[in-house]
C-alpha cells in the first residue's frame, strides 16, 4: 500500500470514529437520515450494555445532525426530590436499585461536577457531558431556595416549558440561522480533507502539495474554532470547561473540527422532553409508536421493589408520574393521537394467550398473574372485540 493510500485508509478512519458516540440508557437519538428525514432511537442497533449504548450518525455532513434528549434523571415533587427518573424510553427500562430522597429544606449543596450532579456530596444522576449536570444544578440551587407554594409552581412552569412545541421550533430556528454560516465552513473543510487533499497529493506529490494545503487548512480551522467559540458561548454560557476542551481539539485535530457543529447540535434540545422533540421532528407515522411507548410508561409503571423505595421517595414519583402523563397527554391531542386505542385489548398471537401485559404488550397463557419483564406488573385479560 502506497502513502497516500495509508493517507485516505487513515482519514476514513478518522471520519469514521467521528461519527461514533456514546449515549447512556434511557437517551432518545434523534438522527437526520441522507433523505434529510429524521429518526428515533432508543437504542443502538448493534453495541450497548446495561449502562448505555454506542450509536452513529450519517457520516456525510451536513446531513448528520443529531439531537439526544432524555427524560428528567430524577423525579421532583412538593416535598423533594428523588433520584428515580419516571419515564426510561430504552426498551430495556433503567437499571433498579435503591434510589435516595432530599426534603427540599435539607438541601444545602447542589454542584454540576463534570457529567455528574451532585446533592449534599451524594450522586443524584450522571450524564452522557456536562450540560445536564449544569442545567438541573442551576435548577435546583434556585427551586431549593424559592418558599414552597412559589417552588410548586415554578416546578410547573419548567415542566410545561419542557414540552412547549413553539418554544421547540423558535431554538431550531434560531441554532439554523446563527449556525448557518459557520455549519457551511466545516463542511467545507470535510470535503477539502476528504476529497481535495488526497487528490492534490496524489496529483503532485507530498512536498508541492503541501505548500499550499498547509495554510489553507491552518486558516480553515482558526476560522472554524473562532466559530465554535462564539455560539459555544451563546448557547451553553455555563459550560466554559467544556467550551475550552473542544476548542483546544478543533484547533489540533481537522477531522474533529469538520464535525464539530455535533457538539452545539447534540445537547441543544436537552430541556425539552424527548416526546415534544419527537412531534417537533418526526413524521406522524414515526411519532405513533413512540408516543405509545412514552404513554404506556407513564400509565402503567414498573412495580417498584419495596426495598428499593422509601415512602417519601414513592410519593414523589407518583406525584412527578401525574404531571408528566397529564403534559404527554395534552401534546397527544394537539397531535392527534388518540390514547383510548391503546387502552384496547391485543388481537391473541396464539389461541392459547389470555392475557397481557398492557405495558410492553407480551402475550401469556391462563396460568401466568404477573410480567415479570416489567417488575411483576400485574397482567390483563384479551377481551376480544366484537366486530
Ligand atoms: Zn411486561
Given amino acids: 500500500m502506497s502513502d497516500r493510500q495509508y493517507l485516505l485508509l487513515i482519514l476514513g478512519f478518522l471520519a469514521f470514529t467521528e461519527c461514533l458516540f456514546w449515549v447512556r440508557r434511557g437517551g432518545v437519538v434523534f438522527r437526520q437520515m441522507a433523505t434529510r428525514r429524521w429518526r428515533a432511537v432508543l437504542r443502538s442497533e448493534a453495541i450497548g450494555n446495561e449502562r448505555g449504548d454506542l450509536h452513529w450518525c450519517w457520516p456525510l455532513p451536513p446531513a448528520g445532525r443529531v439531537y439526544i434528549t432524555r427524560s428528567w434523571p430524577f423525579a421532583a415533587a412538593p416535598d423533594g426530590i428523588v433520584a428515580a427518573p419516571v419515564d426510561c424510553l430504552h426498551p430495556s427500562g433503567q437499571p433498579g436499585g435503591p434510589t435516595v430522597f432530599f426534603g427540599w429544606d435539607a438541601i444545602s449543596e447542589v454542584v454540576a461536577d463534570g457529567k455528574r450532579l451532585r446533592v449534599n456530596g451524594q450522586e443524584l444522576f450522571r450524564s452522557d457531558s456536562p450540560y445536564e449536570p449544569l442545567f438541573f444544578a442551576a435548577l435546583l440551587q434556585e427551586l431549593s431556595r424559592l418558599p414552597a407554594p412559589v417552588r410548586v409552581e415554578h416546578l410547573r412552569d419548567v415542566l410545561r416549558q419542557s414540552f412547549d412545541r413553539e418554544a421547540l ?61 462564539r455560539l459555544h458561548r451563546r448557547f451553553f454560557p455555563a459550560a466554559n470547561d467544556d467550551r475550552f476542551k473542544l476548542a483546544l481539539v478543533y484547533a489540533l485535530a481537522p477531522v474533529s473540527a469538520s464535525r464539530a457543529p455535533d457538539s452545539l447540535s447534540r445537547p441543544l434540545l436537552g430541556s425539552f422532553h424527548p ?35 422509601t415512602a417519601q421517595g414513592l410519593a414523589v414519583e407518583v406525584w412527578f ?10 401534546l397527544l391531542r394537539e397531535v392527534n393521537l388518540d390514547t383510548a386505542v391503546w387502552e384496547r385489548s391485543p388481537v391473541p398471537t396464539d389461541p392459547t394467550h389470555a392475557c397481557y401485559c398492557p405495558r410492553c404488550l407480551s402475550q401469556f397463557t391462563q396460568e401466568a398473574t404477573t410480567c415479570t419483564d416489567c417488575g411483576r406488573l400485574p397482567l390483563s385479560p384479551i377481551v376480544l372485540s366484537v366486530p
Fill in 169 to 229: 421550533q423558535e431554538v431550531l430556528a434560531d441554532f439554523s440561522e446563527r449556525t448557518a454560516g459557520w455549519v457551511t465552513t466545516c463542511t467545507g473543510l470535510w470535503g477539502f480533507l476528504v476529497i481535495a487533499c488526497p487528490a492534490i497529493i496524489w496529483r503532485f506529490g507530498w512536498l508541492p502539495a503541501l505548500w499550499w494545503l498547509a495554510p489553507a487548512l491552518l486558516l480553515q480551522m482558526a476560522w472554524i474554532t473562532v466559530g465554535f467559540v
Fill in 275 to 309: 416526546l415534544c422533540v419527537a412531534a417537533g421532528l418526526l413524521s406522524s407515522a414515526e411519532l405513533a409508536p413512540l408516543a405509545e411507548s412514552v404513554w404506556r410508561e407513564l400509565r402503567y409503571p414498573r412495580s417498584a421493589t419495596p426495598e428499593s423505595r
Fill in 321 to 330: 408520574r401525574s404531571e408528566i402523563k397529564s403534559r404527554v397527554e395534552s
